[in-house]
Nanobody
Framework: QVQLVESGGGLVQAGGSLRLSCTIS????????MGWFRQAPGKEREFVAA????????YTADSVKGRFIISRDNAKNTMYLQMNSLKPEDTAVYYC???????????????WGQGTQVTVSS
């Protein structure tokens, strides 16, 4: 059974930082693209960042570019999202995802975690 587990969310003041982690079990980690998405209350899920199987290239949404950094450590089966200069509009549930098959992309049929809440107070 494939499981993705996010951690590292919490409450932080505007301007602060958090680092999210995503670990995977039940499946090979190192050969698939992975990414982060988020969903704020009343809004649709949106793309945040993605990273290729070997760490390059990476893709980042314009709304977080220059503030969020995605990375992965294949030896630890873990992906990270370093979030700096957080804003209240970054408040959302953050989900990690892994593509279901190689080169299939992070579509709805990807494997998804349960999410971790990030709340940024003003």
């Amino acid at each position: 059974q494939v499981q993705l587990v996010e951690s590292g969310g919490g409450l932080v003041q505007a301007g602060g930082s958090l680092r999210l982690s995503c670990t995977i079990s039940g499946r090979t980690f190192s050969i698939y693209e992975m990414g982060w998405f988020r969903q704020a209350p009343g809004k649709e899920r949106e793309f945040v960042a993605a990273i290729a199987w070997n760490g390059r290239p990476t893709y980042t949404a314009d709304s977080v570019k220059g503030r969020f950094i995605i990375s992965r450590d294949n030896a630890k089966n873990t992906m990270y999202l370093q979030m700096n200069s957080l804003k209240p509009e970054d408040t959302a549930v953050y989900y990690c995802a892994q593509e279901r098959s190689r080169n299939s992309g992070l579509r709805d049929d990807a494997y998804w975690g349960q999410g971790t809440q990030v709340t940024v107070s003003s």
